[in-house]
Nanobody, 125 residues
Framework: QVQLVESGGGLVQAGDSLRLSCAASGLTFSRFQMGWFRQAPGKEREFVSGISTLGVNIGYADSVKGRFTISRDNAKNTLYLVMNSLKPEDTAVYYC??????????????????WGQGTQVTVAS
């Protein structure tokens, strides 16, 4: 059974940083492209960042480019998202997701096969 478990969310002030983690089990992690998505109240789930199986290809949403950094440790079956210079508009539930990998970073939620339960990130102004 595939499990993706996010952690690291919380309440922070604007300008602060957070590091999210996603621990994966039940799958051969190194064969899966991974992504971070977020969903704010009343809004659709949106792509934040994605990383290919070996970390060679990476993509970011324009809204987070230059502030967020995605990485993965295939030895630890873990995905990370370092979020710097957080803004109130970054407030959302953040989800990690997995899909059978290829080198092209997919940005639509429907492209992903497995999802975590999410972790809340709240940025106060």
């Amino acid at each position: 059974q595939v499990q993706l478990v996010e952690s690291g969310g919380g309440l922070v002030q604007a300008g602060d940083s957070l590091r999210l983690s996603c621990a994966a089990s039940g799958l051969t992690f190194s064969r899966f492209q991974m992504g971070w998505f977020r969903q704010a109240p009343g809004k659709e789930r949106e792509f934040v960042s994605g990383i290919s199986t070996l970390g060679v290809n990476i993509g970011y949403a324009d809204s987070v480019k230059g502030r967020f950094t995605i990485s993965r440790d295939n030895a630890k079956n873990t995905l990370y998202l370092v979020m710097n210079s957080l803004k109130p508009e970054d407030t959302a539930v953040y989800y990690c997701a997995a899909r059978s990998g290829d080198r092209l970073i997919k940005r639509r939620p429907g492209n992903y096969d497995y999802w975590g339960q999410g972790t809340q990130v709240t940025v106060a102004s």
